[in-house]
């Protein structure tokens, strides 16, 4: 096998142990981990995303033989909800699910959180392995428990707090990554160089979407997952710092739904954390910050400019979603600098002096 190194990396919480190969030019290796599952991983039930399941099916096939049942799911949000949710319960109970049976979930972050969110409610727990194939669910959505489906279009309205037991990050998998899902990926992965290593913004740069296989990415999303590790440790149910990690996602979810979702949700955040930059200057922040991120971004594919800005009223109207609006005003975690955010508390009257301006300064 061609450059494989697979080592298993122990977090301190949530109970989580992270399986990592590296370097994989072979398409093959992506799929060691399952010559390596112990038995308490046999006869799993899958929930696996349909284009994964399709463009790797010949590695697949010997775990889809091996399972005791299996859930393709489309990824798309509209299919994000309740009504899938209780297909995968009944997909589950049609198989003879049982409580000590494992759940194992294959996919980009959305198939991760409804697959999640199935095995943490069917019988009331399910033992858990996430599979994450894209970028994005690499660098973030894998860890920290979080599940959830979409509620009348609110995104993730409904969910539950379930850690997956063991996580698998196989970059082989990026292979097959489409181009603008893979930048989606690189904008979290800055982000996460804004909360709390500078240093991811250096791998950034020697990571480039061709060559996607190197230890260079693993190394970014090694660093990623540590970052969010530590935060989630100290905060599992989002009661403080864990909002640290919603960084660029205030303004992003805001110019995401605006869009109706013509932005992607990695464009979105890129242009969310640029405008949040440029608040945070207002409180204190380095005042050269909203400009090295537009390079970075620049440097990634990802825009720094949007041809609409929403109205103040859609604006307005948008932020209530936010799940950090407190009675007392919102919490934004705003970006003061490399690898230090900031929990900062708006006044509605200060969020609407200072918010139309920002965002006139992200206008093509
Ligand atoms: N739980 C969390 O902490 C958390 C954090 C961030 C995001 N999320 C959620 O993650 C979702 C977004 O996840 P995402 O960006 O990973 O996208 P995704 O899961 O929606 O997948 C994007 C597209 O890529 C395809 N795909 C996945 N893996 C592939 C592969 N290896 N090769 C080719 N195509 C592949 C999918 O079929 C889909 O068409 C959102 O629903 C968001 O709410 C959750």
Redesign the pocket.
């Known amino acids: 096998m061609k450059n494989h190194k697979s080592q298993k990396w122990h977090i301190d919480d949530p109970m989580t142990v992270i399986h990592t190969y590296a370097s994989t030019s072979e398409r093959t290796d992506g799929l060691n981990w399952i010559k390596e599952l112990t038995d308490e991983w046999k006869n799993p039930f899958l929930v696996v ?4 399941g399709r ?2 099916s010949h590695q697949l096939q010997y775990l889809f033989a091996a399972s005791s049942g299996l859930y393709l799911m ?4 509209e299919l ?1 909800n309740t009504f899938t949710l209780d297909q995968i319960w009944g997909s589950m109970a049609g198989a003879g699910v049982r409580r000590d049976t494992p759940c194992i979930v294959i ?7 409804i697959g ?1 969110m199935a095995a943490s409610t069917y019988l009331r727990g399910l033992k858990l392995m996430l599979v ?6 690499m660098v ?5 428990g ?3 489906v979409n509620l009348s279009g609110v ?2 309205q409904v969910g539950t707090f379930h850690p997956a037991e063991v996580i698998v990050i196989s970059p082989g ?6 181009g603008r ?1 893979f930048r ?2 690189m904008a ?1 992965a800055l982000k996460t160089a804004l909360i709390g290593d500078p240093e991811i913004k250096t791998i950034i740069q020697e990571v480039s979407e061709a060559e996607h296989s190197s230890d260079k990415i693993l190394d970014m999303i090694e660093r990623c997952l540590k970052v969010k590790s530590d935060i989630v440790s100290e905060d599992l149910l989002e009661n403080g710092s864990r909002m640290f ?1 919603n960084l660029g996602h205030t303004v992003g979810h805001v110019l995401e739904s605006a869009s109706e979702f013509r932005l992607s ?2 464009e979105a955040v890129g242009l969310g954390m640029i405008a949040e930059a440029a608040i945070a200057v207002r409180f204190g922040g380095n005042s050269d910050l909203p400009d090295e991120i537009k390079r970075m971004l620049e440097f990634c594919g990802l825009p720094t400019e949007i041809e609409g800005i929403p109205s103040s009223e859609v604006l307005t109207r948008l932020l209530q979603h936010d799940k950090k609006t407190r009675r007392s005003g919102r919490i934004w975690a705003l970006p003061f600098d490399w690898g230090d955010c900031r929990l900062t508390q708006m006044t509605t009257d200060q969020e609407e002096e200072i918010l139309p301006q920002v965002l006139t300064s992200l206008r093509a």
């Open positions: 995303d349909s284009e994964v463009l790797w489309d990824a798309t949000e994000k996919g980009g972050g959305l198939t991760c959180d999640a994450p194939t894209t970028l994005l669910s973030d959505a894998c860890l920290g979080k599940t959830g995104k993730n998998y990026l292979d097959t990554l489409p899902e989606n990926g979290e990690l949700h990695g």
